[in-house]
């Protein structure tokens, strides 16, 4: 009776000490901390590809320092290591950010017409194009720095992104002119004009500041500058 009775307090005893058992309620839990470990690395990423891309326009691939990157990116720079590699990596990962972002920003808003959509859907693509190029004139900086020599980055540049852009932007063209909606110029031609057009100003802003004593990327220049580039491109 004594050892039965001794046995079940030290039954107790060791069931008392036991950590208790994980209720389904601390799941949820681990789940919310793991969807924030991933927002944290997101914004991450963002912060470094967004400063890439500055420091890749202004200064060219071979200036570019990758620690002068993460500095402004406010991480580390064996975290940009960790990430990406190397700079050459790191480029490319810009780079398709950069399209990705791009891609976003231009698609068609809802109640617009579609690009594909005749006179009135390239023109709302155009400006479309000229308020993208306004908030990002890192873009036309980059690709003017890479595209004044042949290089590999301008040859994955142009085979992951920028070619496809064209051949599916090209037979629009080709219609807009055979409508009579463009003049008759090379469709080539037309491409350049307007991304040109829509993006030059903006990638020289402080040239414009210097001459003229204006912000082309006020709210209120960007505006009239998309119109004007409209009028500029298109018959009535």
């Known amino acids: 009776m004594t050892k039965s009775t001794n046995a079940s307090k030290s039954d107790t005893r060791r069931s008392s000490s036991r950590a208790p058992a994980r209720t389904p309620k601390n ?22 590809l967004d400063s890439a891309l500055i420091h890749f326009a202004e200064k060219g691939f071979e200036a570019a ?3 002068d990157i993460s500095a402004d990116a406010g991480v580390t720079h064996a975290v ?4 990406f590699g190397s700079k050459e990596l790191l480029w490319k990962a810009a780079l398709d950010y950069l399209f990705e972002r791009w891609n976003r920003e231009t698609a068609v808003e809802p109640g617009e017409p579609r690009t594909q959509d005749g006179k009135e859907g390239l023109k709302a693509f155009v400006l479309r194009f000229v308020r993208y190029s306004a908030k990002h004139p890192e873009h036309a900086r980059l690709m003017l720095q890479e595209s004044m020599r042949s290089n590999d980055r301008l040859t994955y540049a142009v085979k992951q992104h920028i070619s496809p852009a064209h051949n599916s932007f090209l037979p629009l063209v080709k219609r807009a002119i055979a409508r009579g909606d463009i003049p008759k110029i090379s469709p080539v031609s037309f491409i350049y004009i307007m991304t040109a057009a829509s993006q030059l100003v903006f990638a020289l802003a402080e040239e414009a500041r210097e001459i003229h004593g204006i912000n082309v990327l006020d709210d209120a220049f960007v505006e009239q500058h998309a119109q004007s580039v409209v009028r500029l491109l298109f018959r009535n």
């Open 27 to 48: 799941k949820p839990k681990r789940k919310y901390e793991g969807t924030v470990r991933e927002q944290r690395k997101q914004e991450t990423l963002t912060r470094i």
């Open 80 to 83: 940009i290591r960790l990430h």
């Open 65 to 67: 320092s990758v620690r």
